[in-house]
């Protein structure tokens, strides 16, 4: 049984950084395409970055290059968001998501797997 589960969220000022991670098990996730989404109130969840689980190329939503970074880590089986110069706006929960790869995708009924999520607050 696949598992996702996120962690690293919480309260941070606007200028700050926090990095997210996504623990998966329950199978081999070589070949699958692991993203991260985030949902704020009162709006569809959006796709934040994607990265294949083998060969690690990545995807990034236009709003988000250049401040967010995905990683994964293979031998640990652990996904990673690194956030930095964070604005209110990016306040949100933070879902960890998985797809049968290798296409990139955006809509969020391409994937296969979620996580329950991680609330990230900033302050301004």
């Known amino acids: 049984q696949v598992q996702l589960v996120e962690s690293g969220g919480g309260l941070v000022q606007a200028g700050g950084s926090l990095r997210l991670s996504c623990a998966a098990s329950?199978?081999?996730?070589?070949?699958?395409?692991m993203g991260w989404f985030r949902q704020a109130p009162g709006k569809e969840r959006e796709s934040v970055a994607a990265?294949?689980?083998?060969?690690?190329?990545?995807y990034y939503a236009d709003s988000m290059k250049g401040r967010f970074t995905i990683s994964r880590d293979n031998a640990q089986n652990m996904v990673y968001l690194q956030m930095n110069s964070l604005k209110a706006e990016d306040t949100a929960v933070y879902y960890c998501a998985a797809r049968r790869g290798p296409e990139f995708a955006m809509d969020t009924q391409r994937y296969d797997y979620w996580g329950q999520g991680t609330q990230v607050t900033v302050s301004s």
């Open positions: 329950g199978r081999t996730f070589s070949g699958y395409v």
């Open positions: 990265i294949r689980w083998s060969g690690g190329s990545t």
